[in-house]
């Protein structure tokens, strides 16, 4: 009798397994069959708009670590990250990057981002500006890369 019981209690955690099983298969179906799960094209221009933004943010907090992540895996083949950051003086602190527009021709576009900083003359007083700045990018390997002209 024991032996029995502990049969059906076998056969009623399998039937309950499959059925989860089921029901799980079931849905990923209907959701993927209706659009709810999406692919993002990583091409596109919104893919791109972020990637640009995200590196100005990266710029403006000093995050030249980060920053530098957006290079290309060429640049960064040569050049390291403790070369990168030396690149940039304490003359200039960027507050702020902005889109203005983009153009995409293959692998490649030309980026206009529109800058806000602060620069500081020869005595340490500083000077509010903002400016529009052309960027290139190159599309490789799945991903936008900052290009350097």
């Known amino acids: 009798m024991g032996l029995l019981i502990s049969c059906c209690s076998i056969l009623i955690k399998i039937t309950y397994l499959r059925a989860r099983l089921v029901t799980f298969f079931l849905l990923c179906g209907f959701l993927g069959g209706c659009g709810v799960i999406a692919q993002v094209d990583s091409k596109s221009e919104a893919v791109l708009k972020d990637r640009v933004e995200q590196r100005w943010q990266a710029l403006s907090q000093g995050r030249f670590d980060l920053a530098y992540q957006y290079q290309t895996p060429g640049f960064r083949e040569i050049y390291s990250e403790q070369a ?3 690149k940039f003086g304490s003359r200039v602190k960027w507050n702020s990057g902005r889109v203005k527009s983009i153009q995409i021709e293959g ?4 980026v206009v981002v529109f800058i806000t900083y602060v620069s500081f003359d020869a005595y340490g007083s500083p000077i509010q500006g903002e400016r529009p700045v052309s960027e290139r990018w190159v599309y ?3 991903f936008w890369w900052f290009s350097n002209k």
Request: net charge negative.
């Open 140 to 142: 490789l390997d799945d």
């Open 107 to 110: 692998d490649r576009a030309e």
């Open 84 to 86: 990168y950051k030396g």
